[in-house]
C-alpha cells in the first residue's frame, strides 16, 4: 500500500500512508485509538474505498472496491468481536460461505461429510485436530472459538490474515495457542498483520512493527532493535512520561466501604477488605482467579447468592440487584464493554446520561438541554475526543468509548467508584490519560476500588493492594508495592 489517503467530511484520516508486509512476516500494526490503523485496514479489507495511493498484491495493482475483492485477492479479516455462529457447527462454521456441495435429484445440497472433512484437515493444519469438526460453536471456549475464525480464512485461501486484537478476550494461556498458530502460518508462507494494544506480545510475536500518528506512517522498527518506550514514544508523538502519575501521599477519609467474609461459592471465599474516600484499592488477579466476581458482588449483579457482610457509609449493605448498588452511591465500570457497557446505536450524550436520566426530568419527558449541558461538560472533564455529544457511540475510539463509561459516573451522589479491566483493549496514551483522571478522581475524595488482571495496573495505580488467588485474599500490601512482589504473591 503506497500513499494511502483518505477524508471523511473534508477531514483527513490518512495521509499519504505506506505500509507492506512480505510472504511469511508477521508486521504489527501500532497506533493510538483514531491514528488511522482501522481506517488502512478496511481500506485493505474493501470496507472502504481509498482517495488516493495504490494497492498491489504480488507486484500486481489490485482494486479493493467490496469484501468481495480483497477475499478474491486472498485477504482475510479477523475483527476484535469474535464471530463464530454459535448454533452452527464447528465444520459449518469454518466453511462458511463456501460449503462444499453435491448434487442429488438435480438439487445441490451441503456435502457435510466432505464438509467435515475440509474443516478437519484445517484445523490439523493448524495444530489442533482435537476441536471436533461436529461440534456446536456454542459449547467451545473462547480461545478455540477464535481458532476456528483463523481456520475460517484459511478455508478461503486467505493468503494475508489481518488479526485484529486477537488476545483481548483470552487469558494468558490461550494468547499461547494464538501464538502457536501464527508461528505454524509463518511457516505456511501467510502473511500476517497483528494490530494489538498488548506491547508485550507484540515483542514476542511481530517481525517489525510499523506504527501510525494522526494518520501518517510515524515509525518503522525491528523488535530486537528497539524498546518498548521508544515504540511507545513514536505512538504518542512525545517523549513518554511516566504511565501513572507520582504517587503522592494522599490521607484517606472516613471507610466507605466495609467488606467482611464476602463468599460466592468456590469462586471467593471469606474476602475482606476496606475501602475509604480519597485512596485506590487495587486487587490484582490472574483471570479465574476470583477477582473478576468480587466487583459484581459488591455492586449487587451477583444477586443476593453471596455470603457474608457488607457495609456502605456506615449502614448495613446487602444489594439484591445492581439499582441497590447505584442507590447506595456506588458506580460501577464493567470489563466487558461492548457487551455490558455502552448502548453502541445511541448517541454519546443518551450513554452518558443512562444512569441518572430521571434526574433530567421525568419518565415520560426529559430535558434535552440539560442532558446536552451536562454531557457537554462530562465530555470536557475527561477529554474524551468525539464531535459532539450526538455522535453515535459505536464511531468512537475504544479508548474514548471507556472514558465515557468511566464520565457517567461522575455524579455527586457517587461515593466509590468500581473499575474492572479499567484500560482493556485502550491505546497507551488513552490509557495514561485515564489513570491521570483515576488519581485525580481520588485526590477529590472518591473512593476508588480497581479490580484488575493487569499486574502493572494495580502496581503503577494502588495506595493499597491486595492480591486474590483460587478465591481467596493471598496478601496484602498496606502502601502498594512492585509488579513483580504482586505477581510473586499469586503464583
Known sequence: MTGIGKSFGGVAVLDSVNFAVQPGEVVALLGSNGAGKSTLMKILTGVYSRDSGRIEIDGAEASMATPRDATAHGISFLPQEISVVPDMTVAENICLGAMPARTRLGVAIVDDQAMRLRAQNILSQLGFSHISPRAFAADLTVAERRIVEIARALAADASILVMDEPTASLTEQEAEMIFRIVRRLKEQQTSIVYISHYLKEVFVIADRIEILRDGRNAGSFLPRDTSVATVVEAM??????????????????????????????????????????????????????????????????????????????????????????KRAGIGFVTAERKKDGIIADLSVRENLVAPFQRRFGSALFTSRRRETAQSVAWIKSLGIRTRGPEQEMRTLSGGNQQKVCLARWLDPSVKMLILEEPTRGVDVGARREIYLQLAELARQGLAILVLSSDVEEIAGLADRALVIDRGVIAAEFAHGTDAATLMAAAA
Open 236 to 325: 504518542l508523538g512525545t517523549v513518554a512520561g511516566e504511565m501513572f502519575a507520582a504517587k503522592t501521599p494522599r490521607t484517606p477519609g472516613e471507610t466507605i466501604l466495609s467488606a467482611e467474609n464476602l463468599s460466592l461459592g468456590k469462586n471467593l471465599r471469606d474476602v475482606s477488605l476496606t475501602v475509604a474516600r480519597g485512596e485506590i484499592v487495587g486487587v490484582f488477579g490472574l483471570v479465574g482467579s476470583g477477582v473478576e466476581l468480587l466487583g459484581r458482588v459488591i455492586y449487587g449483579a451477583e444477586g443476593a447468592r453471596h455470603a457474608g457482610n457488607m457495609q456502605f457509609a456506615g449502614r448495613p449493605f446487602a444489594p439484591k440487584n445492581p439499582a441497590d448498588g
